[in-house]
């Protein structure tokens, strides 16, 4: 067990790549039994951190224990209590549903009785039965990354890495694999996860992090960060392109965003900034309150500008 009983403890962890530090001296602490989040855009330092607690990139700087361990010194004692769900999935195309979970259960050294077993228990936990005997490359998106996770569970992982877990989903597949997640967490099982979804990490995480350039800018539970950084509610002006007011509605606000083709309120009160907007004259084409989101806090803290 790591320092405070975390499953995972750094303490100015640094990854360079030549004269470039892709992670810049962070602190992060996951407790056992918590969904713990990565979010930031891309190059913040995300994946780098994911590889540096999955064994399988050396840390260049700061401390790192995971499960106690020094990843430097026990890598593979480390890696056999992980479970890994990687960004892509590569599972095993020519073999069956069943067949990809016995040929994995058996890297761990496990039983043929006990990986059987094993991978009945987690077909029906990925609601993969009826399927156990297809071969994967027909499956839908949603099962097969279903049927990583289930993989990943095949040695009964102490803490789980999942790098992206639902890219590429669609909304019902999405909602299934979180389901599955609330489950495993339900369960006892350590999540850590990266996500682009702020939904995503609104549902499943305890506590998260927000990097960005290699650094974090931010950490605590989601509703904590929407409490500090943004307000209760937004108000949402939309426009026709290139035509937003002129009328002052600063003081409206404890912060106004102008976009193209609305302007963002962000306030106590969304309908009394409204209200108020429109006393001034101000008449946009339509309106929206809604309540403050963790996308809010995202932009507010990497800006709204694409990263490459």
Known sequence: MGDNGALVHAR?????????????????????????????PNGAG??????????VSPRSGGELTVLGMDPDRDGPSIRARLGVVPQQDNLDAELTVRQN??????YFGLSKADVRAK????????????RADD????????MKRRLTIARSLINDPDLMLLDEPTTGLDPQARHLLWDRLFRLKHDGVTLILTTHYMDEAEQLCDRLVVMDSGRIVAEGSPGELIN??????????????G??????????????????????????DGEAALAAAHERGVRPTSSLVRRSTLEDVFLHLTGRSLVD
């Open 243 to 268: 035509q937003t007011t002129e009328r002052p509605l600063d003081d409206l606000a404890e912060r106004v965003e102008v976009l193209p083709d609305r302007i963002l309120l962000y306030a106590a």
């Open 101 to 106: 979970l016995h040929v994995y259960g058996r």
């Open 135 to 142: 071969e994967v490359e027909p499956l839908s998106g949603g």
């Open 46 to 55: 995300k994946s780098s951190t994911m590889r540096m607690v999955g064994c």
């Open 12 to 40: 100015g962890l640094v990854k360079r790549f030549g004269d470039f530090a892709a992670v810049d001296g962070i602190d992060v602490e996951v407790r056992r039994g918590e969904a713990f989040g990565f979010l930031g």
């Open 228 to 241: 500090r950084y943004a307000t209760k509610e937004v108000l949402e002006l939309r426009f026709p392109p």
């Open 119 to 130: 991978a009945t228990e987690l077909l029906d936990f990925a609601q993969l039965t009826e």
